[in-house]
């Protein structure tokens, strides 16, 4: 399966970059500029290109990404402290970020003659981000077959869609992913801060899958005391 793989230089798209070059034939990484509070976890998709030797592109989109305003990852607003389930984690989402990306990634398959657009979304995202739920998959693949009838037909191939991050992370290790070579903070200092909902739910995954966690954050603890916040 000729598969473009979504990826952001996170945790997650890193690993299915790793994963779909193992079990597939991967033809390149389509990262995006939205804007976002900072582009330096690109830096790492472009390294991930380098390393599994196939074209990386990154498609500029900001003028899109102005219009998306509100989030804390594309103004200037805080990023929170804390878990995923914890409602101020609301202010992290992109209206209809995925749809955007994925509707471009299927034009830019259709035109490479790509089988599939793979996206690492994952069971961790369904409660707060609503565009990285089963049924917008499902639906999305639906819309897209009807965009292409007759020219071509392509797979969204999501394969974490039901599964928990710390999944990625077995897997990613399965595949020698060099997780020390992502980045998933949001706030984009040196190092991870370990208190934003990406490192919380990054640090949380490795404990979960039982694999050392080699990434340096600012606070190493704090992960714990925003998992049982987060608990029903």
């Not at 402290?81 to 992109?94: F, L, N, P, Q, S």
């Given at each position: 399966?000729?598969?473009?793989?979504?990826?952001?230089g996170?945790?997650?798209?890193?690993?299915?970059?790793?994963?779909?070059a193992?079990?597939h034939?991967?033809?390149?990484?389509?990262?995006?500029?939205y804007?976002?509070?900072?582009?330096?976890?690109?830096?790492?998709?472009a390294?991930?290109?380098?390393r599994?030797?196939?074209?990386?592109?990154?498609?500029?989109?900001?003028?899109?990404?102005?219009?998306?305003?509100?989030s804390?990852?594309?103004?200037?607003?805080?990023?929170?402290?804390?878990?995923?389930?914890?409602?101020?984690?609301?202010?992290?989402?992109?209206p209809?970020?995925n749809?955007?990306?994925?509707?471009?990634?299927?034009?830019?398959?259709?035109?490479?003659?790509?089988?599939?657009?793979?996206?690492?979304?994952?069971?961790?995202?369904?409660?707060?981000?609503?565009?990285?739920?089963?049924?917008?998959?499902d639906?999305?693949?639906m819309?897209?077959?009807?965009?292409?009838?007759?020219?071509?037909?392509?797979?969204?191939?999501?394969?974490?869609?039901?599964?928990?991050?710390?999944?990625?992370v077995?897997?990613?290790?399965?595949?020698?992913?060099?997780f020390?070579?992502?980045?998933?903070?949001?706030?984009?200092?040196?190092?991870?801060?370990?208190?934003?909902?990406?490192?919380?739910?990054r640090?949380e995954?490795?404990?979960?899958?039982?694999?050392?966690?080699?990434?340096?954050?600012?606070?190493?603890?704090?992960?714990?005391?925003?998992?049982?916040?987060?608990r029903?």
């Amino acid at each position: 399966m000729k598969t473009i793989v979504i990826c952001s230089g996170g945790l997650d798209s890193v690993s299915l970059a790793h994963m779909v070059a193992a079990e597939h034939e991967l033809l390149g990484l389509l990262s995006f500029d939205y804007g976002q509070r900072h582009r330096k976890e690109v830096t790492f998709a472009a390294a991930c290109a380098a390393r599994l030797q196939v074209p990386h592109q990154t498609i500029d989109i900001r003028d899109i990404g102005r219009s998306l305003s509100g989030s804390a990852l594309t103004d200037d607003v805080a990023v929170p402290d804390g878990h995923y389930a914890e409602e101020t984690m609301r202010i992290t989402v992109v209206p209809n970020r995925n749809a955007i990306m994925l509707a471009i990634a299927f034009g830019v398959a259709a035109a490479r003659g790509a089988d599939a657009v793979a996206t690492a979304v994952h069971g961790g995202d369904h409660f707060i981000y609503p565009d990285c739920r089963p049924g917008f998959i499902d639906a999305f693949q639906m819309m897209q077959r009807h965009a292409l009838e007759g020219y071509t037909d392509i797979t969204l191939f999501a394969p974490y869609v039901d599964r928990p991050k710390s999944a990625i992370v077995t897997d990613g290790a399965r595949h020698g992913t060099p997780f020390e070579q992502t980045w998933s903070c949001y706030k984009g200092g040196e190092i991870h801060c370990g208190r934003c909902g990406t490192c919380v739910e990054r640090r949380e995954a490795f404990d979960l899958a039982g694999i050392a966690d080699p990434t340096i954050y600012e606070d190493v603890d704090f992960w714990r005391e925003a998992v049982q916040r987060g608990r029903p």
